[in-house]
């Protein structure tokens, strides 16, 4: 009997934007893996599916994918799924999915919910070419990509911490120059979602007069628009 790992993105938010096939598969599967198993169990509790679940994590991924890897070659079907999203963008997923296609097991990723697709959809800005960066490194190499990323003209769609998220649009500013268009989203999908436009100026100034919380995804036009 051959495994298969399946790639099942969940909801960013709403527990309602999930695909019935993602509802089958993890219904069928004989293994989730998850990135944290708190915030997994409350989704199948959600929807009434009981399945074993073991973690996979930036932490510890480097370690467990030989064994898995070995229990898909014995037969076993997984299903990868992180917190919230697509499994392996800016979330843990890459080194698996790599190690099953080498050893010539099957994966597939299933369609799904994905953070930055309604921010850039939603933000008004083209979205015909745009730039994935996710999150920045934090220090080395920062400054070094902002000022790389200064003269693309095409859309830039970063992931951001609601922590870091006024120092973040502050270097935007430094770099892009403060007149540069974006949108700020954060808490998609959920009761309290918000779509800020404007300046980074603007958007600065709007964000260090309140508590933010929430994932973000930022949204900025590119150089020359």
Request: charged share 25%.
């Amino acid at each position: 009997m051959e495994g298969k790992l399946y790639i099942v993105p969940t909801p960013i938010g709403n527990l309602e934007d999930i695909t019935l096939r993602a509802l089958r598969i993890l219904k069928e599967v004989d293994l989730i893996l998850a990135e944290d198993t708190r915030n997994t169990s409350n989704l199948l509790r959600h929807y009434g599916i009981e399945k074993p679940l073991h973690s996979h994590h930036q932490f510890n991924e480097h370690r467990t994918v030989e064994n898995l890897i070995e229990r898909l070659q014995a037969g076993s079907v997984v299903a990868l799924v992180s917190d919230a999203g697509t499994p392996g963008i800016s979330d843990p997923g890459y080194l698996l999915i790599r190690a099953c296609i080498r050893a010539g097991i099957p994966a597939e990723c299933l369609p799904g919910p994905t953070a930055f697709v309604p921010a850039l959809v939603n933000s008004g800005i083209p979205s015909d070419h745009f730039v994935f960066e996710g999150f920045l490194p934090h220090k080395k190499g920062r400054q070094t990509r902002l000022k790389e990323l200064a003269t693309e003209e095409r859309t830039l769609v970063f992931y951001e911490s609601p922590f870091r998220l006024v120092k973040t649009l502050t270097q935007f500013a430094e770099f892009f120059g403060s007149g540069r268009y974006a949108c700020v989203s954060r808490e998609l999908t959920k009761i309290y979602e918000e779509n800020a436009r404007g300046t980074l100026e603007e958007l600065i100034l709007h964000f260090s007069n309140k508590t933010v919380k929430g994932e973000i995804v930022i949204v900025v036009e590119g150089a020359g628009k």
